[in-house]
């Protein structure tokens, strides 16, 4: 169990990196775009052969995989849209937002991101004794480019290092509570069972790449977020051979 927290705590210690890169300097909003596109690429990679493949392999002809991976993608989508009306909510007048009235908005929405992820690291080293580094790694990147723009707002708004570092070790923590739930709540659950778990991960991760990651990506860093989210891609399939091999 303490193994499954400290990898939990590695993958998401991204969002403490993140918060300490944007702290001290200055990223342009195309460097971030740009990170976010390869984060992308990692993560399409991991749902593609880590969560989706695996799942399918394990319950072929029971039809799981495939509840698991719509109501995932669907849970994500209803959840999103219950933030995005809460960070709605929090705006000004006019509609203008700060980022400290959309503070519990955004927590809240990374957490969800966060989440399905951490699971999916926990039922890894529940069904093989090992982490996944591909799905360590597209964990660890994609949540990079977050707490980078994330912070970058907290800065500009007049919040201290100590407090972003804080609320980012909070997440990081409740998100390393999850991956010690991926490990220790499923030990008795069936293959059937598990494999729809993974689908609903890698659905709740794919809905939120299309509508939220992919976009942002594209719109801050242009063109160049698509050659980074195929290097992001090439990259973690590239470790998932060599896993595998």
């Keep these: 169990m303490l193994n499954a927290f400290f990898w939990g705590l590695l993958a998401t210690s991204s969002l403490l990196i993140g918060g300490i890169i944007a702290s001290r300097f200055s990223l342009s909003k195309k460097t971030i775009g740009i990170i976010m596109g390869f984060g992308a690429g990692t993560l399409i990679s991991a749902i593609s052969y880590e969560l989706i493949f695996e799942a399918v392999h394990s319950a072929r002809r029971s039809g799981f995989p495939g509840y698991g991976f719509f109501t995932g993608a669907f849970t994500f989508f209803f959840a999103d849209k219950l933030i995005a009306k809460f960070g709605a909510s929090k705006a000004g007048p006019g509609g203008a937002k700060s980022h400290s009235n959309l503070i519990i908005p955004m927590v809240l929405a990374i957490i969800l991101d966060g989440v399905p992820e951490s699971i999916v690291i926990g039922l890894g080293l529940f069904k093989g004794g090992a982490v996944s580094l591909a799905m360590l790694v597209a964990v660890f990147v994609s949540n990079l480019p977050e707490a980078i723009a994330g912070s970058t707002g907290m800065k500009q708004d007049g919040w201290s290092t100590k407090k972003i570092i804080l609320l980012w070790l909070f997440i990081a923590i409740v998100c390393s509570l999850s991956t010690v739930a991926g490990f220790s709540l499923f030990a008795n659950t069936s293959v059937l069972?598990?494999?729809?778990?993974?689908?609903?991960?890698?659905?709740?991760i794919l809905m939120m790449l299309a509508n939220s990651m992919i976009p942002e990506a594209y719109e801050h860093g242009g063109k160049l977020a698509g050659v980074a989210t195929v290097l992001g891609f090439s990259l973690s399939v590239s470790m998932i051979i060599l896993e595998n091999s």
């Design 193 to 204: 069972w598990l494999s729809f778990i993974q689908a609903f991960a890698g659905g709740a």
